[in-house]
């Protein structure tokens, strides 16, 4: 099989404060948790390939997306680096892959009890729907891979981003790494704790895979953003096949879910430039 896996770094072991995960202005904790995170990417790649998964993409899709220590993978996966993707975190996904994981994943925008959550670019969205289920970042990108027919196989993250998902996608695995106290605490496994079940966790994902579905928003598909301000929504409602809803909310509709997807890459990124 080959494995897709989408990595974040907000739901790592350990991760409370956005200075841990800030790679524009590096705290000097960001060199410590960006080796917590690219360690709990290699114990997902080890458990999948004790379970016999061959080839591995794995897409860094933290901030500025290039966050992982190269050196510390395994020599034969490959790495997607960099930002301004046009799928973002599910970027080159497609029919090729078996199955997919999200690791280090954390809460969408407005959960209770999920350390540092959001969805995309915090300053821009309020809320996302798609066919009026509301979505965090797992929702969509799972939304994406399942358009291909690939399943999410695994979640790690908090608790509340596991349950999340697997309130949404019942066969999907997880690994809860920390309880979030709130959005700036959590009471977390150590990261080789962490580590150690990420890994078993992945081996049974790819046990697992049989029993998995690809996760599809039914056509056609309707996007519907609540922006953070009504000046957002004035410059996401030029884009052609937007309309207004209301003063900061914006609906895309689509036959093809991966149309929908560039519109909502398009709707945080024109709405970060609205000021
Ligand atoms: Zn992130």
Redo the contacts with the bound molecule.
């Keep these: 099989m080959k494995l897709y896996i989408s990595s974040?770094?907000?739901?790592v072991a350990g991760v409370t404060t956005w200075k841990q995960?800030d790679a524009r202005t590096p705290h000097p904790e960001y060199s410590t948790f960006r080796r917590y995170y690219t360690q709990e990417v290699r114990a997902a790649i080890d458990g999948a390939r004790q379970a016999g998964v061959g080839e591995i993409l794995v897409n860094d899709?933290?901030?500025p997306m290039h966050n992982l220590l190269f050196d510390e993978l395994p020599t034969d996966v490959r790495v997607i680096f960099g930002n301004r993707k046009p799928y973002s975190m599910a970027q080159s996904a497609d029919g090729g892959f078996g199955g997919a994981f999200f690791v280090?994943y954390?809460g969408a925008v407005g959960d209770e009890n999920a350390v540092?959550c959001?969805t995309y670019t915090p300053s821009v969205i309020y809320e996302v729907r798609v066919n009026d289920v509301v979505c965090s970042?797992a929702t969509i990108n799972a939304g994406l891979l399942g358009y291909y027919g690939v399943p999410l196989l695994l979640i790690t993250g908090d608790r509340t981003t596991v349950q999340g998902a697997q309130r949404q996608m019942p066969w999907v695995c997880g690994a809860i790494v920390k309880e979030s106290i709130g959005s700036f605490a959590a009471d977390s496994l150590t990261p080789a704790a962490a580590q150690a079940l990420i890994r078993d966790a992945a081996r049974q994902a790819i046990a697992r895979a049989q029993e998995a579905q690809p996760y599809r928003f039914t056509p056609p598909v309707t996007l519907d953003v609540q922006l953070v301000t009504a000046a957002q929504a004035d410059l996401v409602a030029t884009i052609p096949g937007f309309t207004r809803t209301g003063g900061r909310s914006v609906r895309f509709v689509h036959a093809e879910f991966p149309v929908v997807f560039r519109a909502f890459v398009a709707t945080w990124r024109m709405g970060a430039i609205a000021g």
């Design positions: 974040d770094m907000e739901g995960v899709s933290h901030g280090g954390h540092l959001h970042e």
